[in-house]
């Protein structure tokens, strides 16, 4: 009886933070909103599945209330291809003709109550017709992946390639209930519940999620190096790094290009941030005239400003955090004995 109570308090868990997150991702408007709304109509599709999963173990549900949980499944697997879409390939608009494939889902649940669920031919037929159809999904979701590898950013296509993954186990574990290889009916919701508490610690941590700030720029992996090579062939040459005014914007102007795309450049090349990226060129430059005995007189603040830092606090702190010295202690290593 303390098992049955801690798998029903786990699994409740895993529901209650589930519809958590499909309200966060209806509600969220930053990032890719169609995206959110896919990945929030996939979640509520598999919580509504897992949720009739749970009830039907504690209570004694009725053939159309068994059915309105699995039409979830029918939910879930165009959800899970068209947030692929959305968030891979990035299209402006979905045509009208695309929403047709939730139309099973919306028969399936209407006629819920026509549906046969007695254990019957015919519902043992309808169930595995469910499965089936979001098993065509699964692929397609991989269709999606395979076609965007290499120019979608890396961590978006890791995180579309584990939801696929997630999917499929959930899948997997249901088409093993009915085929008798697992026994534990209601351990496809003790599993969704932790795969629920991973997406959720996901999120909180701004891991996998981080990807949104990139997610509606257009360039792929490609592009990206081109775009950085030419950045820096750019700073290399005319050393808009002396410039203390220097903002993304405006370097984004000079390569005709949008802001989000440097950032991304930047980030996916060199794994720093606008700011670290002009700060190492500043201080590369600081690091030769604190070298060069023609500068020994020279004060240190005059030559950070001279080397486009607004102030010598500021410059200070990069210097050391650079070099793990101080520019004076730099500085004095050149000095002549």
């Known amino acids: ?23 966060y991702l209806f509600t969220l408007r930053k990032g890719n909103r169609r995206a959110n709304i896919f990945l929030a109509l996939l979640l509520l599709g598999l919580t509504i599945r897992i949720g009739k999963s749970i009830l039907n173990v504690y209570l004694d549900l009725s053939p159309w209330q068994r059915n309105l949980g699995i039409s979830g499944m029918l939910l879930a697997g165009p959800c899970l291809w068209f947030y692929g879409k959305a968030l891979l390939q990035k ?17 399936f649940a209407i006629l819920c109550a026509f549906v046969p669920n007695d254990g ?3 519902a043992y037929v309808f169930y595995l017709g469910v499965f089936f159809h979001l098993s065509i999904y699964i692929l397609l979701s991989v269709h999606v992946l395979s076609k965007t590898r290499g120019k979608a950013h890396r961590r978006i296509s890791k995180w579309y390639r584990n939801l696929i993954f997630g999917t499929s186990l959930i899948w997997l574990f249901y088409i093993g209930n009915i085929t008798g290889i697992i026994p534990l009916y ?21 891991h996998d999620f981080s990807l949104e700030k990139y997610s ?5 992996v490609a592009t990206s190096k081109k775009l950085f090579i030419a950045l820096k062939q750019l700073f290399k040459v005319e050393e808009l790094y002396l410039d203390s005014t220097i903002s993304l914007s405006k370097v984004a102007e000079r390569i005709e290009c949008s802001p989000r795309d440097v950032s991304r450049a930047i980030n996916e090349n060199q794994g720093k941030n606008f700011s670290e990226f002009v700060n190492a060129y500043r201080i590369q430059k600081a690091k ?24 010598v606090t500021s410059f200070n702190l990069a210097f050391k955090a650079e070099t793990q010295l101080t520019p004076s202690q730099y500085r004095n290593q050149f000095k002549p004995v």
């Open 1 to 23: 009886m303390e098992g049955n109570a801690v798998i029903l308090v786990i699994s409740s868990l895993g529901i209650a933070q589930a519809l958590f997150l499909c309200f």
């Open 91 to 107: 299209p402006k608009t979905f045509n009208t003709i695309t929403y047709i494939h939730l139309l099973p889902f919306l028969l």
């Open 120 to 122: 019957s031919y015919w």
């Open 186 to 206: 209601i351990g496809g919701a003790i599993f969704f519940s932790f795969l629920v508490y991973t997406f959720s610690f996901l999120l909180l941590q701004r």
């Open 216 to 220: 509606t720029s257009n360039i792929d």
């Open 288 to 311: 030769a005239l604190l070298a060069d005995t023609a500068y020994l007189k020279e004060k240190i603040a005059t030559i950070a400003y001279d080397c486009g830092f607004g102030n």
